[in-house]
């Protein structure tokens, strides 16, 4: 599916938080947000996703869902949002419930999204037995499990420490090459960016708009080769000069509030 936001704004009182933000994700393509802290991309994200309505302008979902899709959109989300008292497997199966599946497929789908996400092993665990990574591992499964028509990930590693993220970035890519979903991804890494997506997108400071789309031209499964090593560290040049003065001005608003 296609997900366009046309004319979008968004404020929280006085404050101006988006302005004028008009993009198309294109069907299949992992598009990442990028931009200084508070500059708004959790909220689009919120009102790509349909949890938050904007102050104006609309979003709009073109195509069909798959025919096994239950949810057109799904989250991860950065806390991992799990429940403590159901298993793995639990877990994954609540998004399941409710949808008037059959005992069998939900099974099988809770099986599959395990499967897919090296889980299999630990469907019994409890939450509380797993480190970050694998508790993200179970967040993923179970947005896997209703096989959305558009993901949305707000910033899904970073609460993780380098080396897991390292590990579960590489892991996530396998998993969204093999079904080409159509993807947001918000993160302040630009590593992940850059690993991850085909475009990425970078808001100015509030009120956010869009600075730049910035078109990666290297197919993902080819941008950890040495070969690619020069072309990436330009492109993460690009970005850091797009948006190095405005993060450091965040920074002092951010701790000005505070």
Known sequence: MELVCEGIAHRYGALDVLAGIDLAVQPGECLALLGP?????????????????????????????????????????????????????????????HRGLSKTEMDARVADALARTSLTEFRDAFPKQLSGGMRQR?????????????LLLDE???????????LLM???????LASRTTSVYVTHNLQEALRLADRICVLS??????????????????RGSPDAARRMAEWAEHLWHLIRDEAAVAEREVANVR
């Open 138 to 150: 179970v967040g993923i499964a179970r947005a896997l499990s209703v096989d959305p028509a558009v």
């Open 170 to 176: 590489e892991d996530f890519l396998k998993l969204w």
């Open 156 to 166: 899904p590693l970073s609460a993780l420490d380098a080396q897991t993220r390292d």
């Open 205 to 222: 400071r509030r009120p956010g708009r869009i600075k730049e789309i910035v078109a990666l031209d290297l197919p993902q499964a080819s």
């Open 37 to 97: 802290s508070g500059c708004g991309k959790s909220t689009l994200l919120g009102i790509m996703g349909g949890l938050l309505a904007p102050s104006s302008g609309r979003v709009v979902l073109r195509g069909e869902a798959p025919a096994s899709s239950l949810n057109p959109i799904t989250y991860v989300f950065q806390d991992f949002a799990l429940l403590p008292w159901r298993t793995v497997a639990g877990n994954v199966a609540l998004a399941l419930e």
